[in-house]
């Protein structure tokens, strides 16, 4: 497994090794002891999600204040523009953003650690997007920032012919940056 760092030390794309031939293809989308020896890190998982996404729809900035999550996610079928952006107000990056192409045939990961809001574009027709967890949903205490926040100003792709991305109505209400609840 390659881990190649970003601009924010906590977030990280993973590259699992991939073995493929004529007949397709071979990955372990997650073992732990490559994962620990890859990132120093030791998740305990107890929730994976799996979406499905038309062209378009952006689901995020979410996050939760409380059962603060970690995340590691992927796409199994199509492409997405992935965003984390770190919602820490003591971080040294507080308000910074790392955003990466995963796709199915790239087979990146992206590791969002707690204190990050995280959110995804898709730019397919269609896209699966898988996430483990490392505490439960909890609908009380997520929250959510406003994917086009000026402050935050992150660089989303554009889809040509579409003018807007699609969001949830949760999303439509989200709030800016310098109006949230956030981490301390």
Known sequence: ????????????????????????????SFNAQAFTAATGLKPDFVQDNHSKSARGVLRGLHYQLSHA??????????????VAVDVRRASATFGQWVGVHLSAENFRQLWVPKGFAHGFLVLSETAEFLYKTTDYYHPASERALLWND??????????????????????QAAKPLTEAELFA
């Open 1 to 28: 497994m390659n881990c190649i760092a970003t601009h924010i030390p906590d977030v990280f794309i993973l590259e699992p090794k991939v073995f493929g031939d004529a007949r397709g293809f071979f990955t372990e």
């Open 69 to 82: 999550q970690d995340k590691l996610v992927r796409v199994v079928q199509g492409e997405v523009f992935d």
């Open 150 to 171: 000026p402050t935050l100003a992150i660089a989303w792709p554009e889809i040509p012919g579409l003018a807007a991305p699609l969001l949830s109505a949760k999303d």
